[in-house]
Every structure is written in structure tokens, then in C-alpha cells.
């Protein structure tokens, strides 16, 4: 398979390449920013890219949707409770500093137990409400991205628009902590970890 990630933008988003290695095809989860040096990476490794997945609706996590989709007329997928604030103008001194579009709306939108197949591979999207209201984290047989629900020691803000650190708590306790212990997460910032190292060692927890 194909798992690459990239850190873009100042706020330092990963921004992931997974796929299936025969034949090249790749999500592009959370292209939040420096939509040229996601350009270069597709076209030095020769990706086929399918689709654009954001994990949830803020603009570091979102905002080169409009140049990727311009460019390899590929859909957005989204769940559908942050579709609605998919393309609604965000803060613009973020927006400024990201040098940011907007993000064109949403072309399917996902809910819990929802697959999205990618040649061979398959990710099983997990609803995960509380650092917004349709947080995803996406699982697949080597690992699950995360997001910005779990880091590496810590979690999501809930102080944003639609945030909720009871909601938060919850998510990660019944959703990822019941998970294989030995899976690794692949989270929204920050370097990696396993489910089993945040159950131990996350301090929100």
C-alpha cells in the first residue's frame, strides 16, 4: 500500500497520500495548505490521485481543496455534519496566512461505517464528533488517521465553533480505545503513536 505524508502550511497539517502501490491510485486526506508542493509529490511518485478526504471542515485541513480539485477533477468527501461549513468563509487572517481558498462544497458526503474503496485498499470511515461535529477518522488494516480527534499525547480543541470535549472524550474512549491496541494512528499534527501508547500515556485520559 501507500501511506506518505507531508506537513503543509504554518500551522503544520499532515497531509496524507494513501493508497493502493499497484496502480498508483491515492486519497489525498487534508490538503490544508501548499497545494504546489502537493502537486510536485503527485507528479515525482506518479500518483493517480481519486479523491480529496478531509477528516473535518477547518481551513488548515482544507484549504488547497479548491486548487486539487481544479486541477485532477477529482470529489470532496466529507461527513455531512461539517459539509454545511465545508465552503463558508472561516477566519480570514487564518485564511491570509494559509493563502487559502475557500473549499468548493462537498461532492459525497460520508457517514459512520461508510467505505471508500482505493484500488485494493479500502478505509472504514469512524464518525468522531467533539473537535467538530463531523470529525472522521479513517481505519485500514495497517493503522487509522486521525485527524485532529487524537495526537500523539493529546487531542483535538473543542473550543471552536460545534466543539465538545465531553463529545470529544467520548469518541476516542468508545471508538478508537476499542480498536487493536497495537494499531498505529496517523493523526492531523504531530508525529505518530498507537492506540495502545494513547490509552496508556495521553494524559486526557
Known amino acids: 500500500m501507500i501511506l506518505e505524508r507531508i506537513v503543509v502550511g504554518p500551522l503544520e497539517a499532515n497531509c496524507y ?25 503527485i507528479n515525482s511518485q506518479q500518483y493517480k490521485p481519486l479523491y480529496i478526504i478531509n477528516t473535518h471542515c477547518h481551513i488548515d485541513h482544507t484549504g488547497a481543496n479548491a486548487e486539487i480539485k481544479r486541477r485532477y477533477k477529482i470529489p470532496i468527501l466529507i461527513h455531512q455534519d461539517d459539509a454545511p461549513y465545508l465552503s463558508e468563509t472561516q477566519d480570514s487572517s487564518l485564511q491570509a496566512i494559509l493563502s487559502a481558498n475557500p473549499s468548493p462544497p462537498a461532492d459525497r458526503l460520508l457517514t459512520e461505517d461508510d467505505f471508500i474503496n482505493i484500488g485494493s485498499l479500502t478505509l472504514e470511515v469512524i464518525h468522531t464528533p467533539g473537535h467538530s461535529p463531523g470529525g472522521i477518522c479513517l481505519k485500514f488494516p495497517e493503522g487509522v488517521l486521525t485527524g485532529d480527534t487524537l495526537f500523539y499525547r493529546g487531542i483535538g480543541r473543542t473550543d471552536l465553533p460545534g466543539g465538545s470535549y465531553p463529545q470529544l472524550i467520548e469518541s476516542v474512549k468508545n471508538k478508537l480505545f476499542a480498536l487493536d491496541k497495537s494499531l498505529p494512528i496517523y493523526p492531523g499534527h504531530g508525529p505518530t503513536s498507537t492506540i495502545g501508547e494513547e490509552m496508556e500515556e495521553n494524559p486526557f485520559f
Do not use: R
Open 17 to 41: 497520500f494513501i493508497g493502493c502501490s499497484q496502480g498508483g491510485e491515492v486519497a489525498i486526506v487534508d490538503p490544508g495548505a501548499d497545494h504546489l508542493q502537493i502537486f510536485n509529490l
